[in-house]
């Protein structure tokens, strides 16, 4: 794998969605959407409070995995990928290289939803707004790194949807959002002890009411990056050149 090639395809990709306004708004302006949506719901309550650290962890998670995954599948489906790999460039290069590129969006989105969230929708935060945005970072990450894991198995954007079932939703129910995860059964309770997103959820809360000190965060955020590795190499050594 080549730095410079790794560089040139992200450089690639970011100039692709630089003219495509629907994408630009669909990662930077919905998640922040949403998140107001809901305060706006539970406006003179406590309960945006209580679940708004959830949803700065689920808004961008699935919009990052929805646009990389149907975004690489398209590079396949039209032929790009095959050219490209006829060149110097590696599996790894091109993966990595989204990953670079959908990253430093999901920085930008990341940026924006929390602002918003804080700043704009009054949301509480008790403990540091850096260790805030750097669990709301990474989890943006999950979710590129997930819809590039996709995107490697898809043959079309139809299959790519089909994964949020298999892959997205099985975190949201036993993430803890709708029922804490210590009051679930004990198979359930474990499954979900093991699933990135349960602890993107569980830092962020933990940050938003000053639960847990730094360490404890920090542990989290590195099982998240874990993830976020082990589903970039997979979708590497799994990626093909063409959907058939």
Known sequence: MSFRRTFVTAGRVLTQIRHDPRTIALLVVVPSLLIGLLAWIFTDTRVF?????????????????????????????????????????????????????????????????????????????????????AVAVVDALLGTALGLFASAFARTEFQVVQFLPALIFPQILLGGIFVPRDQMPDVLH????????????????????????????????????????????????TLRRRSA
Do not use: N
Request: hydrophobic content about 55%.
């Open 49 to 133: 409070d209580s679940i708004g650290p959830a949803m700065i962890a689920l808004f961008p998670f699935i919009v990052m995995f929805l646009v990389t995954s149907i975004t690489t599948l398209r590079e396949r489906r039209t032929g790009t990928l095959e050219r490209l790999l006829a060149m110097p460039l590696g599996k790894g290069d091109f993966i990595v290289g989204y990953a670079l590129a959908f990253g430093l969006l999901g920085l930008v989105q990341t940026a924006v939803a929390v602002s918003y969230a804080v700043w704009v929708c009054g949301l509480d935060i008790d403990g540091s707004m850096w260790l805030l945005f």
């Open 190 to 237: 474990t499954i979900g002890d093991w699933l990135p997103l349960s602890h993107a959820i569980d830092a962020l809360t933990a940050v938003a009411q000053g639960t847990h000190d730094d360490a404890w965060v920090w542990t989290r955020i590195g099982f998240i990056g874990a993830w976020v590795v082990g589903a970039i190499v997979v979708g590497a050594v």
